[in-house]
């Protein structure tokens, strides 16, 4: 096809062997239109063999397709045309509809922007509906590792297309060992000769909220939308917060019915296996069946009985079960507070996570020190290789990590919802860290999480009490285990070491890293605590 300015964008296109007119398909992706999104999804003559034109495009400069590609910055109006031409192809009933995860879930979004008459339902699966805070940055700490690969791979792939051998393999390489010690640690050489012209420049450079990001987040464009969507995520999805934050803005304010499904899925595979759990056969996706029901529904007017199910289905770990709710869990809040005889460091037996405040002892502080020489590794989450659940016992017995531990539970304990922490933390320098994990502790010591976040403090914060929006969850802690927050001052590399002294990721070199002593307070009078989402067994 051509756009409205001239560019050619290629598409391969499956058809059902059959001279009937089909709604139409439509995913537009930027790594070759041939790979089809098939590392989560059914191979497009699947959704063919279902009665469906299925369109895979490469979108402008990308692939085949001709034109510049520049970050998100011809989505719109592209995939408007993209929209248009799709439902005018032979055999068409001119009824399109969009799926597609990541960079091809954003694209579903963009093309809704401008409201083509055609589109009529939408399969957004892990996206940044704000591309600030749900992508490039968690808590206002640049995702190190997660954009600088992606910004590699993409510059990779920028040299493929030009035949530029030699940049090929050496950004290549690099994609297979991360160059994270130069001068400049978030701001590797090797991007800044083979790739300036690289989005990732631009986002270390733009390291706050602010014009920049909203002209590319969903969230500002998308306001006249009114489609039915059906919202696709993974527990342990960098995206999860981009996912949810649309699904919960889309579901309170337009008419068209909205669909939430999580998986215990990374942002691929969505499998039944990830980090070091089996999830069981329970945890396989279900998302292609899925979305051909809800293609059927609003593409061909097929009752398929899929507006009468719940609209929120989450796979609960640990029971490895899903659970259906009517809305997303909210007001089921429960505080747990951070107990400790000030040695939560070095002794697991000295923090502690009580129901009661009248459990703590006044002025109750805990300090330790974040060595940049050797920072607190990244381990599983939803930011780390390997992503996941992992047994984190031997992270958590280092003396840079504080940790506090309930008591073995008398009964199974349910979580579903929104994670937040609360803690009263302050330190010698201008700037700082927190990231905080949730682990489920088992009666071997073995040690695993199952969500966590990150907090960056830039000079001239005045609070004290700092709050940590961890990943959403649903979670059961099994009676006779117990459960553990795990507090540190660095997540590396999935997050870049605080220097301390204040300055940007961006800016910030290697030889300017300081160490940093932190304080917590888990006093009765400044209680950190966790507000842990309990929902009922059934």
Not at 285 to 305: C, R
Request: contains cysteine.
């Amino acid at each position: 096809m051509l756009t409205r300015d001239g560019v050619r964008l290629d598409a391969d296109i499956y058809r059902p062997d059959s001279g009937d007119e089909f709604p139409v398909l439509l995913m537009r992706q930027p790594y070759g239109k041939a790979i089809a999104s098939t590392v989560v999804y059914a191979h497009p003559s699947w959704y063919a063999a279902r009665g469906y034109i299925v369109v895979i495009q490469d979108v402008r400069g990308r692939g085949t397709s001709e034109g510049e590609f520049d970050l998100f910055a011809h989505e719109i109006d592209d995939g408007f045309d993209s929209v248009n031409w799709a439902a005018a192809l032979p055999g068409s009933t001119g009824d399109v509809g969009m799926y597609g995860f990541s960079y091809q879930g954003m694209t579903q979004l963009y093309a809704a922007a401008t409201c083509p008459t055609a589109l009529k339902v939408l399969c957004p699966a892990m996206v940044g509906y704000d591309l600030y805070s749900d992508w490039a940055y968690e808590g206002g700490a640049f995702c190190l590792q997660a954009n600088l690969g992606w910004a590699i791979q993409l510059a990779a792939e920028t040299a493929r297309l030009r035949g530029d051998e030699h940049a090929y393999q050496r950004l290549y390489a690099a994609s297979r060992n991360l160059p994270l010690y130069d001068q400049y640690p978030a701001r590797p050489e090797i991007l800044t000769e083979l790739a300036p012209d690289s989005f990732y420049h631009k986002w270390l450079d733009h390291p706050y909220p602010g014009e920049y990001w909203e002209q590319f987040s969903p969230k500002n464009l998308i306001e006249d939308v009114d489609l039915p969507m059906l919202h696709i995520g993974g527990w342990f999805d960098t995206f999860v917060r981009g996912t949810l934050h649309l699904y919960k803005d889309m579901a309170a304010r337009i008419t068209k019915p909205q669909h939430l499904l999580i998986g215990p899925w990374a942002h691929l595979p969505w499998g039944r296996k990830l980090g070091r759990v089996d999830y069981s056969a329970e945890a396989n996706s279900p998302v292609d069946q899925l979305q051909v029901l809800w293609f059927d529904q609003f593409l061909k007017g097929i009752d398929t009985g899929i507006l009468q199910e719940a609209s929120v289905s989450l796979f609960e770990m640990g029971s490895n079960q899903w659970r259906y709710f009517d809305s997303w869990p909210s007001g089921n809040h429960k505080s747990y507070y951070l107990a400790s005889s000030s040695l939560a460091n070095l002794r697991d037996d000295s923090g502690e996570l009580v129901t009661s405040k009248e459990q703590l002892i006044d002025n109750s502080i805990d300090v330790f020190v974040q060595d940049p020489w050797r920072p607190v590794p990244a381990l599983g989450g939803h930011g780390a290789v390997p992503l996941g659940s992992c047994d984190r016992s031997a992270i958590d017995c280092r003396t840079d990590v504080l940790t506090y531990t309930s008591q073995k539970l008398t009964e199974d304990l349910h979580l579903a919802g929104d994670v937040m922490v609360e803690v009263f933390c302050t330190a010698d320098t201008p700037s700082f860290d927190i990231c905080a994990v949730l682990s489920e502790v088992y009666s071997d010591g073995s040690v695993y999480n199952f969500t966590q976040g990150y907090r960056r403090i830039n000079p001239g914060e005045k609070t004290k009490l700092l709050q940590i929006q961890l990943q959403p969850t649903c979670v059961i802690i099994a009676k006779g285990n117990a459960l553990r927050l795990s507090l540190s001052g660095a997540c590396f590399p999935t997050y870049p070491v605080n220097s301390g002294i204040g300055k940007t990721a961006g800016e910030t070199r290697l030889l300017d890293a300081e160490i940093i002593t932190l304080m917590v307070s888990c006093g009765y009078n400044s209680p950190s605590l966790v507000l842990l989402p309990i929902v009922s067994s059934s």
